[in-house]
């Protein structure tokens, strides 16, 4: 079964920082991989997705994502945080071979960005 | 705004009663999804729908159920209502199945006393 595993439930930069967010996934084949944005008291939202291709994806907000098969992982970066990027991160994974869609999400990171 | 509409926004219940959370996908979108979020469990997945039928289903107790109807909304029952059902719920829906990204509604929140 596929399983999502973020590394450290809650991450703390200052403004200006690099933001890493971690995220391994488990699966037999490479699925397909999101990453959205939860604000408070709102839905989640799509940051980027990988599905095929370029390894090196660019989402919205200056977020990208690289795919790496080799470590099973899909870390979620930003160059330089800023106050409006507080928020809870997911990482989620959908299977290649399972055309229903559904997706398997992490626990969530909680990030935090100080003045 | 996501397109995504669920109704209500908030739910006040006590132990033993049942509700229902209802969802308009966006526009043209024919997959729905219910996801249940809380603060042990996280995001599980609970059902999925596909153009009127039952695609998936996850972690979703016997208690809850959920249909889709003719011209695309759902609905989610849950029933026989436990203090442990307190969470927020999601819809999200999608156009199609497959790497289509999820588009999610902001939740409704049941609080059960």
């Known amino acids: 079964a596929q399983s999502v595993t973020q590394l450290g439930s809650h991450v703390s930069v200052s403004e200006g920082a690099l933001v890493l967010l971690r995220c391994n996934y488990s699966?037999?084949?490479?699925?397909?991989l999101f990453w959205y944005v939860q604000y408070p008291n709102q839905g989640l939202q799509l940051l980027l997705k990988y599905t095929t291709g370029a390894t090196l994806v660019k989402g919205i907000n200056g977020f990208e994502a690289e795919f790496k098969k080799s470590e099973t992982s899909f870390h979620l970066t930003k160059p330089s945080a800023h106050m409006s990027d507080a928020a809870e991160y997911f990482c989620?994974?959908?299977?290649?071979?399972?055309?229903?869609?559904?997706?398997?999400f992490g626990q969530g990171t909680e990030l935090s960005v100080k003045p | 705004d996501s397109g995504v509409t669920q109704t209500p926004k908030h739910l006040i219940t006590a132990t033993g009663q049942r509700v229902t959370l209802r969802c308009s996908p966006r526009s043209g979108d024919l997959s729905v999804y219910w996801y249940q979020q809380s603060l042990d469990q996280g995001l599980q997945f609970l059902i999925q729908?596909?153009?009127?039928?039952?695609?998936a289903k996850g972690n979703i107790l016997e208690r809850f159920s959920a249909q889709q109807f003719p011209d695309l909304h759902s609905e989610l029952n849950l029933s026989s209502l436990e203090l442990g059902d307190s969470a927020l719920y999601f819809c999200?829906?999608?156009?199609?199945?497959?790497?289509?990204?999820?588009?999610f509604g902001n939740g409704t929140r049941l609080t059960v006393t």
């Open positions: 999200a829906s999608s156009v199609s199945q497959g790497n289509s990204p999820l588009h």
């Open positions: 729908y596909y153009n009127g039928e039952e695609r």
């Open positions: 989620a994974v959908s299977d290649r071979n399972n055309q229903g869609g559904k997706l398997i």
């Open positions: 699966s037999s084949v490479p699925p397909y």
